[in-house]
Nanobody, 126 residues
């Protein structure tokens, strides 16, 4: 079983950057694909970015438009989401999730992820 802990959220101004971290423990984190999702109260959880188990493939939500980069550091069992050019509409709780996958695959459907973190709040002021 994999435990996930997000960190790095906070209050920033429009145009700023922020780096979120998703630290894994308790299992074979390196054998899992990782996804980032976000959720605003009253709305469904939305796919933000994902990275394959081997780190060779990434995917992003359409709204990202080149502003975010997902990466993973195997020595730290951590996946990062570097966010730039933040907009007020990026305000949400950001979650990371893990799924046991074959190499080279990225999942965009939240229902296919087995493990979830508790989330970290990102607030972007105008």
């Amino acid at each position: 079983q994999v435990q996930l802990t997000e960190s790095g959220g906070g209050l920033v101004q429009a145009g700023d950057s922020l780096r979120l971290s998703c630290a894994g423990s308790g299992g074979t984190f390196s054998q899992h694909g990782i996804g980032w999702f976000r959720q605003v109260p009253g709305q469904e959880r939305e796919f933000v970015a994902g990275i394959s188990r081997g780190g060779t493939k990434t995917a992003y939500g359409d709204f990202v438009e080149g502003r975010f980069t997902v990466s993973r550091e195997y020595s730290l069992d951590t996946v990062f989401l570097q966010m730039g050019s933040l907009k007020p509409e990026d305000t949400a709780v950001y979650y990371c999730a893990a799924a046991a996958l074959l190499p080279g695959k990225v999942l965009v459907n939240m229902k296919e992820y087995q493990y979830w973190g508790q989330g970290t709040q990102v607030t972007v002021s105008s």
